[in-house]
Protein backbone atom coordinates (compact mmCIF):
# COMPACT_ATOMS: atom_id res chain seq x y z
CA UNK A 1 0.00 0.00 0.00
CA UNK A 2 1.47 3.64 -0.84
CA UNK A 3 1.16 5.79 1.53
CA UNK A 4 0.39 9.44 1.83
CA UNK A 5 3.26 12.11 1.65
CA UNK A 6 1.67 13.78 4.66
CA UNK A 7 1.86 10.33 7.14
CA UNK A 8 5.96 10.27 5.95
CA UNK A 9 7.42 11.49 9.01
CA UNK A 10 10.79 13.66 7.88
CA UNK A 11 13.02 14.30 11.00
CA UNK A 12 16.32 15.14 10.06
CA UNK A 13 18.70 11.83 10.60
CA UNK A 14 20.83 11.02 13.35
CA UNK A 15 24.14 11.81 13.38
CA UNK A 16 26.83 10.67 15.58
CA UNK A 17 30.59 12.46 15.54
CA UNK A 18 33.19 10.22 14.27
CA UNK A 19 35.33 12.30 16.44
CA UNK A 20 37.80 13.48 13.76
CA UNK A 21 35.88 16.78 13.06
CA UNK A 22 37.68 16.59 9.83
CA UNK A 23 35.66 13.24 8.93
CA UNK A 24 32.47 14.94 10.04
CA UNK A 25 32.86 17.61 8.27
CA UNK A 26 33.16 15.65 4.45
CA UNK A 27 30.20 13.36 5.45
CA UNK A 28 27.87 16.64 6.06
CA UNK A 29 27.89 16.46 10.25
CA UNK A 30 28.89 13.20 11.01
CA UNK A 31 27.87 9.51 10.49
CA UNK A 32 24.83 8.99 9.65
CA UNK A 33 23.28 5.74 11.81
CA UNK A 34 22.73 2.63 9.08
CA UNK A 35 24.44 4.48 6.39
CA UNK A 36 27.07 2.56 4.43
CA UNK A 37 29.87 4.78 3.70
CA UNK A 38 33.18 3.18 1.22
CA UNK A 39 36.18 4.84 2.06
CA UNK A 40 38.63 4.31 -1.09
CA UNK A 41 42.87 5.48 -1.39
CA UNK A 42 45.71 4.00 -2.35
CA UNK A 43 47.74 1.52 -0.10
CA UNK A 44 49.55 3.11 2.47
CA UNK A 45 47.18 6.56 2.43
CA UNK A 46 45.98 6.16 5.89
CA UNK A 47 42.60 4.44 5.34
CA UNK A 48 43.06 1.97 8.17
CA UNK A 49 44.65 4.20 10.29
CA UNK A 50 41.94 6.71 10.06
CA UNK A 51 39.27 4.50 10.82
CA UNK A 52 40.52 2.97 13.48
CA UNK A 53 41.12 6.67 14.98
CA UNK A 54 37.58 6.52 14.82
CA UNK A 55 36.78 3.74 16.24
CA UNK A 56 38.87 4.24 19.09
CA UNK A 57 37.59 7.56 19.53
CA UNK A 58 33.60 6.20 19.39
CA UNK A 59 34.44 3.17 22.00
CA UNK A 60 35.62 6.02 24.33
CA UNK A 61 32.35 7.77 24.01
CA UNK A 62 30.60 4.26 24.66
CA UNK A 63 29.49 4.07 21.43
CA UNK A 64 30.16 -0.02 20.41
CA UNK A 65 31.52 -1.02 17.83
CA UNK A 66 33.36 -3.74 15.49
CA UNK A 67 36.43 -4.29 13.62
CA UNK A 68 36.44 -6.51 10.72
CA UNK A 69 40.07 -6.66 9.34
CA UNK A 70 40.57 -9.13 6.80
CA UNK A 71 44.19 -7.92 5.88
CA UNK A 72 45.98 -7.66 9.29
CA UNK A 73 45.77 -9.80 12.15
CA UNK A 74 45.01 -8.73 15.57
CA UNK A 75 48.64 -8.24 16.78
CA UNK A 76 49.22 -5.80 13.64
CA UNK A 77 45.90 -3.74 14.18
CA UNK A 78 47.07 -3.83 18.28
CA UNK A 79 50.35 -2.49 16.93
CA UNK A 80 48.82 -0.08 14.93
CA UNK A 81 46.39 1.40 18.02
CA UNK A 82 49.21 1.53 20.23
CA UNK A 83 51.10 4.38 17.98
CA UNK A 84 47.77 6.48 18.76
CA UNK A 85 47.09 8.71 21.64
CA UNK A 86 44.07 7.28 23.71
CA UNK A 87 42.74 3.82 25.60
CA UNK A 88 43.02 1.31 22.79
CA UNK A 89 41.98 -2.01 25.09
CA UNK A 90 38.29 -1.83 24.86
CA UNK A 91 38.27 -2.09 20.60
CA UNK A 92 36.90 -5.41 19.92
CA UNK A 93 37.86 -6.71 16.57
CA UNK A 94 37.89 -10.21 14.35
CA UNK A 95 40.00 -11.27 11.86
CA UNK A 96 37.81 -12.10 8.89
CA UNK A 97 37.14 -12.77 5.13
CA UNK A 98 34.25 -15.02 5.37
CA UNK A 99 31.01 -12.91 4.80
CA UNK A 100 28.46 -15.30 6.27
CA UNK A 101 30.84 -14.99 10.01
CA UNK A 102 30.94 -11.69 9.64
CA UNK A 103 27.57 -11.37 9.21
CA UNK A 104 26.86 -13.37 12.36
CA UNK A 105 28.90 -11.90 14.35
CA UNK A 106 26.94 -8.31 13.50
CA UNK A 107 23.77 -9.94 14.48
CA UNK A 108 25.05 -11.25 17.75
CA UNK A 109 27.40 -7.94 18.83
CA UNK A 110 24.74 -5.54 17.09
CA UNK A 111 27.76 -2.71 17.35
CA UNK A 112 26.30 0.73 16.01
CA UNK A 113 29.39 1.48 13.95
CA UNK A 114 31.18 -1.23 11.99
CA UNK A 115 34.57 -1.10 9.84
CA UNK A 116 35.18 -3.46 6.93
CA UNK A 117 38.70 -3.60 6.25
CA UNK A 118 38.73 -4.03 3.29
CA UNK A 119 35.71 -4.62 1.20
CA UNK A 120 37.89 -6.55 -1.31
CA UNK A 121 38.89 -9.39 0.95
CA UNK A 122 35.76 -10.13 2.32
CA UNK A 123 34.01 -13.22 0.48
CA UNK A 124 31.05 -15.60 0.01
CA UNK A 125 31.19 -19.41 0.35
CA UNK A 126 27.52 -18.91 -1.73
CA UNK A 127 29.28 -17.97 -4.61
CA UNK A 128 31.81 -19.73 -7.03
CA UNK A 129 33.95 -16.91 -7.98
CA UNK A 130 37.63 -15.85 -6.14
CA UNK A 131 37.81 -13.40 -3.22
CA UNK A 132 38.27 -9.93 -5.01
CA UNK A 133 36.42 -10.90 -8.13
CA UNK A 134 33.57 -8.29 -8.99
CA UNK A 135 30.90 -10.60 -8.19
CA UNK A 136 31.73 -11.46 -4.71
CA UNK A 137 32.63 -7.76 -4.09
CA UNK A 138 29.02 -6.65 -5.29
CA UNK A 139 27.45 -9.84 -3.22
CA UNK A 140 29.02 -9.09 -0.11
CA UNK A 141 28.23 -5.73 -0.03
CA UNK A 142 24.84 -6.40 -0.95
CA UNK A 143 24.82 -8.24 2.70
CA UNK A 144 26.35 -6.36 4.87
CA UNK A 145 24.15 -3.00 3.36
CA UNK A 146 21.27 -5.39 3.68
CA UNK A 147 22.05 -5.92 7.66
CA UNK A 148 23.36 -2.55 7.95
CA UNK A 149 19.84 -1.17 7.24
CA UNK A 150 17.73 -3.84 8.92
CA UNK A 151 19.88 -2.99 12.27
CA UNK A 152 20.73 0.75 11.90
CA UNK A 153 24.79 -0.01 11.82
CA UNK A 154 26.92 2.31 10.66
CA UNK A 155 29.31 0.58 8.03
CA UNK A 156 32.59 2.25 7.11
CA UNK A 157 33.81 0.14 3.95
CA UNK A 158 37.55 -0.02 3.57
CA UNK A 159 38.17 -0.23 -0.83
CA UNK A 160 41.19 -0.35 -2.48
CA UNK A 161 41.85 2.09 -5.67
CA UNK A 162 43.64 1.08 -9.25
CA UNK A 163 45.89 2.71 -10.40
CA UNK A 164 43.72 4.73 -12.70
CA UNK A 165 42.23 6.02 -9.71
CA UNK A 166 38.94 4.00 -9.73
CA UNK A 167 37.76 1.85 -6.72
CA UNK A 168 38.87 -1.67 -7.83
CA UNK A 169 35.97 -3.59 -8.15
CA UNK A 170 32.22 -3.06 -9.70
CA UNK A 171 31.54 1.01 -10.63
CA UNK A 172 28.13 -0.69 -8.97
CA UNK A 173 29.52 -0.78 -5.91
CA UNK A 174 29.12 3.27 -5.61
CA UNK A 175 25.88 3.03 -6.29
CA UNK A 176 24.89 0.70 -3.55
CA UNK A 177 26.00 2.75 -0.62
CA UNK A 178 25.01 5.76 0.61
CA UNK A 179 28.46 8.07 0.59
CA UNK A 180 31.55 7.16 -1.24
CA UNK A 181 34.83 8.77 0.05
CA UNK A 182 38.27 8.94 -1.00
CA UNK A 183 41.23 9.67 0.76
CA UNK A 184 44.16 11.57 -1.24
CA UNK A 185 47.55 13.01 -1.12
CA UNK A 186 51.39 12.41 -2.08
CA UNK A 187 52.38 9.62 -0.06
CA UNK A 188 56.11 11.00 0.63
CA UNK A 189 54.39 14.01 1.79
CA UNK A 190 52.19 14.37 5.70
CA UNK A 191 49.39 15.70 4.06
CA UNK A 192 46.16 13.91 3.47
CA UNK A 193 42.63 15.28 1.79
CA UNK A 194 39.47 13.05 2.30
CA UNK A 195 36.83 14.33 -0.23
CA UNK A 196 32.99 12.86 -0.76
CA UNK A 197 32.70 11.44 -4.54
CA UNK A 198 29.15 10.99 -3.08
CA UNK A 199 27.42 11.93 -0.96
CA UNK A 200 23.33 11.05 -0.20
CA UNK A 201 23.38 12.91 2.98
CA UNK A 202 25.94 15.91 2.79
CA UNK A 203 27.34 17.67 0.17
CA UNK A 204 29.75 16.47 -1.84
CA UNK A 205 31.66 19.88 -1.33
CA UNK A 206 33.78 19.98 1.63
CA UNK A 207 37.06 18.55 1.93
CA UNK A 208 38.78 17.39 5.06
CA UNK A 209 42.47 18.19 5.81
CA UNK A 210 44.86 15.86 7.59
CA UNK A 211 48.35 15.47 8.73
CA UNK A 212 49.60 12.21 8.94
CA UNK A 213 52.27 12.17 12.06
CA UNK A 214 54.15 10.06 14.30
CA UNK A 215 50.76 9.71 16.15
CA UNK A 216 48.17 9.25 13.83
CA UNK A 217 46.04 11.78 11.84
CA UNK A 218 45.13 14.76 12.92
CA UNK A 219 43.07 17.21 11.25
CA UNK A 220 44.35 20.38 9.97
CA UNK A 221 41.44 23.35 10.73
CA UNK A 222 43.46 26.02 8.73
CA UNK A 223 45.35 24.53 5.69
CA UNK A 224 45.43 27.47 3.55
CA UNK A 225 49.08 27.70 2.88
CA UNK A 226 49.64 24.08 4.04
CA UNK A 227 50.74 22.86 0.23
CA UNK A 228 52.31 26.33 -0.47
CA UNK A 229 56.39 25.81 -0.55
CA UNK A 230 58.31 28.81 0.27
CA UNK A 231 61.38 29.45 -1.81
CA UNK A 232 62.44 31.96 -4.84
CA UNK A 233 59.60 31.70 -7.77
CA UNK A 234 61.52 29.63 -10.71
CA UNK A 235 60.05 30.17 -14.52
CA UNK A 236 56.97 28.16 -14.89
CA UNK A 237 55.39 28.50 -11.39
CA UNK A 238 52.42 30.13 -10.27
CA UNK A 239 50.50 30.60 -7.22
CA UNK A 240 46.63 28.81 -7.09
CA UNK A 241 44.11 29.69 -4.23
CA UNK A 242 41.11 27.03 -4.95
CA UNK A 243 38.44 27.01 -3.29
CA UNK A 244 36.79 23.55 -2.18
CA UNK A 245 33.68 23.52 0.04
CA UNK A 246 34.67 26.15 2.62
CA UNK A 247 38.17 25.94 2.22
CA UNK A 248 40.33 28.13 0.22
CA UNK A 249 43.30 26.35 -0.25
CA UNK A 250 46.68 28.10 -2.04
CA UNK A 251 49.29 25.98 -3.81
CA UNK A 252 52.30 26.36 -6.33
CA UNK A 253 51.23 24.96 -9.76
CA UNK A 254 54.38 24.40 -11.85
CA UNK A 255 54.85 23.67 -15.30
CA UNK A 256 57.28 22.47 -17.15
CA UNK A 257 57.26 23.15 -21.15
CA UNK A 258 60.37 21.02 -23.46
CA UNK A 259 60.43 19.96 -27.06
CA UNK A 260 59.47 16.93 -28.15
CA UNK A 261 60.63 14.32 -30.31
CA UNK A 262 57.77 12.89 -30.11
CA UNK A 263 54.70 12.98 -33.41
CA UNK A 264 52.48 13.48 -30.11
CA UNK A 265 53.99 15.50 -27.42
CA UNK A 266 53.26 14.48 -24.13
CA UNK A 267 51.06 15.90 -21.48
CA UNK A 268 51.51 14.87 -17.82
CA UNK A 269 49.38 16.33 -14.94
CA UNK A 270 49.50 15.27 -11.29
CA UNK A 271 46.88 17.33 -8.85
CA UNK A 272 45.05 18.65 -12.01
CA UNK A 273 42.78 16.99 -14.70
CA UNK A 274 44.46 16.10 -18.01
CA UNK A 275 41.83 17.55 -19.78
CA UNK A 276 42.20 20.94 -18.12
CA UNK A 277 45.21 20.91 -19.07
CA UNK A 278 44.60 19.96 -22.40
CA UNK A 279 41.71 22.97 -22.65
CA UNK A 280 44.31 25.33 -21.36
CA UNK A 281 47.39 24.41 -23.73
CA UNK A 282 44.39 25.00 -26.81
CA UNK A 283 43.41 28.28 -25.80
CA UNK A 284 47.11 29.17 -25.13
CA UNK A 285 48.45 28.06 -28.32
CA UNK A 286 44.98 29.70 -31.24
CA UNK A 287 44.42 32.63 -28.70
CA UNK A 288 47.37 33.64 -27.46
CA UNK A 289 49.17 32.29 -30.65
CA UNK A 290 51.72 30.19 -28.39
CA UNK A 291 53.39 27.58 -30.15
CA UNK A 292 53.04 24.70 -27.93
CA UNK A 293 52.02 22.40 -30.27
CA UNK A 294 55.58 20.70 -30.67
CA UNK A 295 56.24 20.92 -26.86
CA UNK A 296 55.93 18.41 -24.06
CA UNK A 297 54.28 19.84 -20.76
CA UNK A 298 54.41 18.41 -17.65
CA UNK A 299 52.16 19.65 -14.67
CA UNK A 300 52.19 19.46 -11.01
CA UNK A 301 50.49 21.19 -8.08
CA UNK A 302 52.84 21.17 -5.40
CA UNK A 303 52.13 19.41 -1.93
CA UNK A 304 50.47 16.64 -3.35
CA UNK A 305 46.89 18.58 -3.63
CA UNK A 306 44.56 17.53 -6.07
CA UNK A 307 42.47 20.90 -7.69
CA UNK A 308 39.25 20.21 -8.73
CA UNK A 309 37.90 24.04 -9.23
CA UNK A 310 37.80 25.68 -12.53
CA UNK A 311 39.17 28.44 -10.84
CA UNK A 312 42.67 27.07 -11.39
CA UNK A 313 42.55 27.55 -15.34
CA UNK A 314 44.47 30.79 -15.17
CA UNK A 315 47.39 29.74 -12.82
CA UNK A 316 47.66 26.97 -14.87
CA UNK A 317 47.46 29.32 -17.80
CA UNK A 318 50.09 31.56 -16.11
CA UNK A 319 52.27 28.57 -15.22
CA UNK A 320 52.83 27.09 -18.69
CA UNK A 321 53.45 31.06 -20.47
CA UNK A 322 55.61 31.68 -17.73
CA UNK A 323 57.97 28.23 -18.56
CA UNK A 324 57.48 28.72 -22.20
CA UNK A 325 58.88 32.11 -21.98
CA UNK A 326 61.58 31.16 -19.21
CA UNK A 327 60.09 34.08 -17.24
CA UNK A 328 59.71 33.70 -13.06
CA UNK A 329 56.46 35.08 -11.73
CA UNK A 330 57.78 36.13 -7.91
CA UNK A 331 54.72 36.42 -5.73
CA UNK A 332 52.03 36.00 -8.28
CA UNK A 333 49.17 34.47 -8.06
CA UNK A 334 45.98 34.17 -9.93
CA UNK A 335 42.28 32.95 -9.95
CA UNK A 336 40.04 32.33 -12.69
CA UNK A 337 38.20 30.33 -15.38
CA UNK A 338 39.10 30.37 -18.80
CA UNK A 339 36.71 29.99 -21.58
CA UNK A 340 37.54 28.20 -24.72
CA UNK A 341 37.01 32.12 -26.77
CA UNK A 342 39.89 32.70 -24.24
CA UNK A 343 38.01 34.93 -22.01
CA UNK A 344 38.34 34.74 -18.07
CA UNK A 345 35.72 34.17 -17.26
CA UNK A 346 34.39 35.51 -13.23
CA UNK A 347 34.32 32.69 -9.91
CA UNK A 348 32.92 32.82 -6.90
CA UNK A 349 33.96 33.66 -3.52
CA UNK A 350 36.59 36.15 -5.08
CA UNK A 351 36.74 37.54 -1.49
CA UNK A 352 38.27 34.59 0.61
CA UNK A 353 40.98 33.79 -2.28
CA UNK A 354 42.03 37.59 -1.87
CA UNK A 355 42.34 37.34 1.69
CA UNK A 356 43.79 34.36 2.04
CA UNK A 357 46.36 35.13 -0.62
CA UNK A 358 47.42 38.34 1.57
CA UNK A 359 47.21 36.48 4.36
CA UNK A 360 50.28 34.87 2.89
CA UNK A 361 51.97 37.71 1.75
CA UNK A 362 51.45 37.41 -1.79
CA UNK A 363 50.95 41.02 -3.12
CA UNK A 364 49.89 40.10 -7.11
CA UNK A 365 46.53 38.97 -8.14
CA UNK A 366 45.57 38.48 -11.27
CA UNK A 367 41.67 37.95 -10.95
CA UNK A 368 38.55 38.45 -13.50
CA UNK A 369 37.47 41.55 -14.59
CA UNK A 370 34.10 41.28 -12.81
CA UNK A 371 36.06 40.03 -9.55
CA UNK A 372 38.26 42.88 -9.77
CA UNK A 373 34.96 45.45 -9.93
CA UNK A 374 33.42 43.96 -7.36
CA UNK A 375 36.25 43.61 -4.46
CA UNK A 376 36.84 47.31 -5.40
CA UNK A 377 33.04 47.78 -4.94
CA UNK A 378 32.92 45.96 -1.44
CA UNK A 379 36.05 48.12 -0.36
CA UNK A 380 37.14 44.45 0.21
CA UNK A 381 40.74 44.96 -1.39
CA UNK A 382 42.95 43.62 1.23
CA UNK A 383 45.95 46.16 2.30
CA UNK A 384 49.39 45.76 0.27
CA UNK A 385 47.51 43.31 -2.52
CA UNK A 386 47.58 44.70 -6.36
CA UNK A 387 44.58 43.61 -7.70
CA UNK A 388 45.16 43.33 -11.97
CA UNK A 389 42.16 42.72 -13.67
CA UNK A 390 42.28 40.34 -16.59
CA UNK A 391 39.62 40.22 -19.79
CA UNK A 392 41.29 37.40 -21.71
CA UNK A 393 44.11 35.89 -22.04
CA UNK A 394 45.93 38.16 -24.62
CA UNK A 395 45.67 40.20 -21.26
CA UNK A 396 47.53 37.68 -19.00
CA UNK A 397 50.17 37.41 -21.76
CA UNK A 398 50.66 40.82 -22.67
CA UNK A 399 50.54 42.33 -18.82
CA UNK A 400 52.70 39.46 -17.10
CA UNK A 401 54.65 37.21 -19.46
CA UNK A 402 56.00 39.77 -22.58
P1 LIG B 1 47.58 2.71 6.80
O1 LIG B 1 46.49 3.26 7.63
O2 LIG B 1 47.99 1.31 7.02
O3 LIG B 1 47.23 2.91 5.25
P2 LIG B 1 46.15 2.13 4.33
O4 LIG B 1 45.21 1.41 5.20
O5 LIG B 1 45.49 3.22 3.51
O6 LIG B 1 46.93 1.22 3.44
O7 LIG B 1 48.83 3.67 7.09
C1 LIG B 1 49.76 3.96 6.16
C2 LIG B 1 51.01 4.64 6.62
O8 LIG B 1 50.88 5.53 7.70
C3 LIG B 1 52.06 3.63 6.99
O9 LIG B 1 53.13 3.81 6.08
C4 LIG B 1 52.49 4.00 8.38
C5 LIG B 1 52.01 5.42 8.53
N1 LIG B 1 51.65 5.79 9.90
C6 LIG B 1 52.22 6.90 10.49
O10 LIG B 1 53.03 7.60 9.88
N2 LIG B 1 51.84 7.26 11.77
C7 LIG B 1 50.95 6.52 12.48
O11 LIG B 1 50.66 6.86 13.63
C8 LIG B 1 50.37 5.37 11.87
C9 LIG B 1 49.38 4.53 12.62
C10 LIG B 1 50.75 5.03 10.58
MG1 LIG C 1 44.92 -0.66 5.38
Not at 40 to 60: N, V
Not at 131 to 148: E, F, H, K, M, N
Amino acid sequence: MPQRLASVSAHAEERLSSGLSELDLVLGGGLVQGSVVLVGGEPGIGKSTLLLQALLDLEARGVATLLVSGEESPAQVKMRARRLDGPVDDLRLISETRSAQVLACLEEQMPAVCVVDSIQTMWSEEISSAPGSVSQIRDVTGQLLRVAKGNAITMLLVGHVTKAGDLAGPRVLEHMVDAVLSFEGDRTRPYRILRAAKNRFGSTNEVGVFQMTGRGLVGVPDPSALFLEDGPASPGAAILAAVEGSRCLLAEVQALVVSSALAMPRRVTRGVDGNRLAMVTAVLTRRAGMRLGECDIFVNVGGGLSVEDPAADLPLALAVASALHDKPLPGVAAFGELSLTGRVRYVAHGEVRVQELARHGIERVLAPRRNVDELRDRGAVPQGVTLQAVEDIQDVVRGVIA
